[in-house]
C-alpha cells in the first residue's frame, strides 16, 4: 500500500532516477498550506514561496540544490509594531534511493519531498529578536506608548541634571501665570455679580 500524497513541495523524480550525471531544473511557486516559525515571526499560510529547484542524479541517489524565497510577517520585539522580513535560504541534501540510514531523506514514489528541509533551513534563518529597524526605541516603561511615536520624549536616564532644575523652573513659572489667571477670572466674575 502507498501512503504517499504529493503536496505544493514534492517533485517527480522518475525521469531522473538511476540516471547519474543528468540534471533537471524546476521552478516551484507554492502557496504556504500551513503557517511555521518561531514566536514572533514566521511564514504565514498563505504566503508565496518561490523555490528554485535544481536536481542532479548521483550513484546512491538525487542531490538537491534549491534556493528558497519568500516573506516572513511577525511583529518587532521591542515595540511590537508588524514587521515583514524577505527570507531567501539554500538548501542542499541527497534523496537516497534506498532507505540508507546514511541520509536523512529517501525518494519516496519517484518523488522527493521539500517540505522539512525547506521549513528547517527558513525557521533557522530567522530572527528570535526581530527588530522593526535595528535603533527601535521600544516602548516607554511607565506608560506602554511606542517612543518612536515621541521623538522628542528622552529616556530618562539621560537628563542631565542642570535640565532638571531648568524644568523645575519652567513649571514653577507657568504655576505663577495660572495663578495670576485664576485672580484675574475670578476678578471678572466679581465685576459680573
Ligand atoms: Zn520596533
Known amino acids: 500500500m502507498s ?26 511557486d507554492i502557496t504556504v498550506p500551513e503557517a511555521f516559525g518561531n514566536a ?14 535544481r536536481l542532479e542524479a548521483l ?8 534556493d528558497v524565497q519568500t516573506l516572513a510577517k511577525g511583529e518587532c520585539g521591542r515595540c511590537l509594531d508588524e514587521i515583514e522580513l524577505p527570507v531567501e535560504v539554500d538548501i542542499q541534501e541527497l ?6 540510514e546514511a541520509f536523512d531523506y ?25 527588530v522593526c529597524r535595528p535603533d527601535c526605541p521600544g516602548l516607554d516603561p511607565e506608560t506602554g506608548e511606542r517612543l518612536a511615536d515621541f521623538p522628542d520624549r528622552k529616556p ?18 507657568s504655576d505663577v501665570a495660572g495663578e495670576a489667571a485664576g485672580d ?10
Open 106 to 130: 529517501t525518494v519516496v514514489e519517484d518523488h522527493i519531498d521539500l517540505e522539512p528541509s525547506v521549513r528547517d533551513a527558513v525557521v533557522l534563518s530567522l530572527p528570535f529578536q526581530p
Open 3 to 28: 501512503n504517499f500524497t504529493p503536496t505544493p513541495f514534492t517533485v517527480p523524480v522518475y525521469d531522473l532516477m538511476h540516471r547519474s550525471g543528468e540534471m533537471r531544473e524546476h521552478e516551484l
Open 184 to 193: 484675574a477670572d475670578r476678578a471678572e466674575r466679581e465685576k459680573r455679580s
Open 156 to 173: 530618562k536616564e539621560i537628563v542631565d541634571p542642570r535640565w532638571s532644575a531648568l524644568a523645575g523652573f519652567q513649571s514653577s513659572e
Open 59 to 66: 550513484h546512491d541517489g538525487i542531490l538537491v540544490s534549491a
Open 95 to 100: 534523496f537516497a534511493y534506498s532507505v540508507d
Open 40 to 53: 514572533l515571526i514566521g511564514i504565514p499560510e498563505g504566503a508565496s514561496m518561490h523555490v528554485d529547484v
